[in-house]
């Protein structure tokens, strides 16, 4: 049953990032009813891409790897759907020859492909989570109040932990210890629309050894811009020295930085902060069950691997971990 102002779940599944679509379309295969929510306006979290005029733009995960064959058979069912392809084998002379895939057009493409068949609501932010006595309460930002018989939150994990904290759910004390030690590296990423093509060599990666870019992509060179559009990632160490600073004038200073790969004028710039862009450090679990009745797991890049892959395995696991304890 559900109205304007509540709704009654089986499984809800906070973010539409990689972690989440994977985790409910796991769910759906074992046979349970997900509902997908993201804060967002789209899908992908941070796999994303943003068109700027004529220009494409991948700001945040620039590429995808697949180590694990499960995730490998995802990429290549996304290849067939024409929503993902190969972009190269790496990105020097002595490259290490793993294939790195992206998106098509851009990597928002592929989340947009693993949503296909889920129900997923955009624009609806969680405020907090309380525990019922055998389901869970979730209080949303804009005044409505949901319930749902499971939870599987995928939110970068210090986000996840305020969640938990403003409903006054308990974690045990060793998890607690856990969780509140994973933090993540910030990202100024700078969207340059460029006057005609940038200097870089195919395939249009590249990571600087040193200095404020930790990486520049020729959106061009990758297939995912039909303009001149170069992305310009700052590296930790400058994000975090930056974040406070003006944006435009941070976002001038990188752009000088990387006049050598551009070697042309610039049309525009846009600049975006990622204040959760990779976990510094990763949890030993491949999720984090922090109730099972009622079910609630914590699942995302923080738990097996600080990648798109990793938020895969992760999803696939909290998911696991919900129809273990949730038997038909
Ligand atoms: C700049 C940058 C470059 C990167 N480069 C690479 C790369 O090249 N290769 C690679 O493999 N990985 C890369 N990564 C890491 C990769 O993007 C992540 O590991 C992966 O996308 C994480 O997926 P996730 O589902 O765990 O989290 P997210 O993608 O962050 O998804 C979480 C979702 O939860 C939603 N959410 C959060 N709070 C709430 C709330 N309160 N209510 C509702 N919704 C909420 C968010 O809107 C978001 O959509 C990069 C990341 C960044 C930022």
Same mark, same amino acid.
């Given at each position: 049953?559900?109205?304007? &102002? ?12 990689? @972690?989440?679509?994977?985790?409910? @379309? ?21 796999? #994303? ?9 991948? &700001? ?23 929503? @993902? ?12 020859? &793993? ?81 509140? #030690? ?50 310009? &990632? #700052? ?20 752009? #000088? ?26 949890? +030993? ?8 009745? +009622? ?34």
């Amino acid at each position: 049953m559900s109205n304007a &102002h509540s709704r009654n779940v089986d499984v809800l599944v906070i973010g539409a990032g990689m @972690a989440g679509l994977s985790a409910a @379309a796991a769910l759906q295969m074992g046979g349970r009813k997900a509902v997908v929510i993201d804060k967002g306006r789209g899908v992908g979290g941070r796999m #994303a891409t943003r068109r700027v005029g004529a220009a494409t733009f991948d &700001h945040g995960a620039q590429f995808v790897t697949a180590r694990d064959s499960r995730f490998g058979d995802v990429l290549g069912n996304a290849r067939t759907a024409g929503a @993902a392809l190969e972009w190269c084998r790496g990105f020097t002379a002595d490259a290490d020859g &793993h294939a790195r895939w992206r998106g098509t057009p851009g990597m928002s493409s592929l989340a947009k492909h693993l949503a296909l068949g889920l129900e997923i609501i955009q624009e609806k932010q969680v405020s907090a989570l309380q525990q019922l006595t055998d389901q869970w309460s979730i209080s949303m930002a804009d005044g409505e109040t949901w319930s749902a018989k499971a939870i599987i939150l995928t939110a970068p994990v210090p986000q996840s932990l305020v969640l938990l904290k403003a409903g006054g759910v308990a974690l045990e004390e060793d998890l607690m210890t856990r969780l509140s #030690a994973i933090q993540y590296e910030r990202c100024l990423a700078v969207m340059a629309v460029l006057d005609g093509p940038s200097r870089m060599p195919p395939p249009g990666g590249f990571a600087p050894a040193q200095g404020p870019i930790a990486w520049i992509a020729d959106n061009q060179l990758k297939g995912v811009s039909a303009e001149p559009a170069v992305t310009i &990632h #700052a590296t930790d160490e400058f994000s975090v020295a930056h974040w406070d600073q003006d944006r435009d004038e941070t976002a001038r200073m990188l752009i #000088a930085a990387a006049d050598e790969w551009l070697g042309t004028g610039i049309k525009s710039f846009q600049i975006h902060g990622w204040r959760f862009s990779k976990p510094r450090q990763t949890d +030993p679990s491949s999720c984090a069950v922090v109730s099972s009745a +009622p079910p609630l797991v914590l699942a995302g890049d923080a738990f097996a691997g600080p990648r798109v892959e990793g938020a895969a395995l992760s999803g696939w696991a909290g998911a696991e971990a919900v129809i273990d304890a949730t038997p038909h």
